[in-house]
């Protein structure tokens, strides 16, 4: 589900679960491992990368929508740990952002420390209202860290979806460029903030991004009851129902 | 004071109360009461707007002049009420901002989900200091939660009023137009708020928006004490007095 | 070490501290007893300035190299109090960035209300990282009072020095201007703000820095052992002895 290559003391976390790198349990327990892994060994950094034209198309609703609620629980249990888990990471992380990035997908990039973005028809953003989910407090408090508190309220309030210019314009992303180029210009951005004096890098690191951890030491439990009331209520099941049911893939 | 005009499920609520709709404590009223009403009858958004060339000019300073000490600190209990009503209200709001916003006309706004301001000779900012009140507290808050603390202390401080470009600039208004499409820009923007599934939106909503009003909540009482302490001061009396003669309009 | 010069009510303290007006104990202790002494006499605002091409090259690290364990902490005490004054200024203070403004040199303009930078081949930025140095937490939050969370992050993290535009673009200063009105410039804004009547401006000022004086209540002691367990550490006994090795002035 994740193809790991080393570019010296980066580590590439390339996902891989065709078609759209859709987040399940599974490719979440992945991603945790492989960031663990990466810690382990030692690497200095860490970039987060999907396919051409498909960073992640989000969490992966129809599977979603067969679990039972204690499983479901538990998926947002995991992925909560995995958001924590990035902003947390002792060592910096990049999303390179290889296309399109909505929901889930920007979710994971809003913990890393710096994303790019490809050019192009590629939309990001946290479009949770749009299907029906309101946007859990830890997400609203880490949009907020990165665009400010205005905007957050405004992209996650629409559920707005940002093409790249825009997403740069607002902050949401730190840089574009060609899709091509996205992965080589992030392993670039990750390698040269491993040229400073390690542990001054790392404390400063840890003091700036510590709003981003304290979100979920002090909001975790609360936006998890939030999502769960919110995603067993009927009308987010409406929706949710009627997009697995398009995507043609519900098994419930 | 207010004409109501319902545009199927957004209700605009228009100031009428020449020549500038300076707030007074019979404005102040009719404002909470409208908005009360818009929630009451089912609306799903309001939006607030003026008469061209004139949106607000902000507090009555001659009538208020005329008020008891009581009085005036009743004033400034409901208009920070009002502020509160808008911070808080369960449907969105939106400032039509068809003309002149300084002072409680820019205060309004502050609250709102989402501003728009007529291209034009127009000023709006928080110029409070100007005519020798302090900005309150609150209201340093609720400006730095619009465009940020740094922005916020310079514009607060300073007094400043900006045109037009300087405000969508700094992020003070959302977006500019011809001041004839202010309003009809306001209700498409409130009407696309609400093609969203209502549940996710106003749950998003409220968690993205409770810096606004946990601002009154902590805030509140000392904001109060504040304004009262240096709206009776000398410093305030004379630049109060003096700008209510230029108006030619004070009974005290 | 400082030339005080009056401009009617505003009070301008020129570093003069050659080559570089390196930030050293007794410089430290000028600029503390200089704005004292502006307060006392009753000047409306304070210009901190600095000479053609050279605002400040921040702290002294060579001669800082010399001191004794107990010294360099009461350097660093001396330091966060000079940060403080500035911060919690009564009366309104300008940086007229005159030239490279580096480290210890942006430091000081982060506290100010107002900082205008000379146009050129010149750099400011906390560069710390860059010599093993972790930003001590009060440095972090002030920084995001001024730029964002996000920025700040990018900023400090990666120890970034910027040139005026960059600077300017990110909010790190509010002007650029050629060197040869950088001055002239600082002290008209200072003259401006004092136009303003002085209760209402000096009571909205005072809310609005609030954030930047609470950092040191809530977080000096903590940033200070931060620090000095960072200094002492071998890593950034290591770029520190280099680059004063480098400068060629080492007493050690």
Redesign the interface.
Known sequence: MIDVIDHDRVRELRLARPPVNALNPALIAALRAGLREAVASGKGAVVLSGLPGKFSGGLDLPELLTLSETQLRQMWVDFFGLMRDIAALPI?TVAALTGHSPAGGTVLALFT??RIMAEGAYKLGLN????????P?VL?RAL???????????L????LLLDPGEALKV?LV?ATSPVDEVVPRALAWAA??LT??????A???R???Q?LVDAFDSLGERSLD?IMA?WM?P??QA?LGAIAARLGKSKR
């Open positions: 910096p420390d710096y949770e209202v749009q299907v029906g989910l309101p946007v407090e609203v907020g860290y990165v665009v400010g508190a205005r905007q957050a309220a405004r996650a309030v629409g559920g902050g730190d040269d903030l400073r004096p390690p542990q001054a890098m404390g400063t690191r003091l700036a991004r709003p939030q919110a209520a009308e987010a929706t």
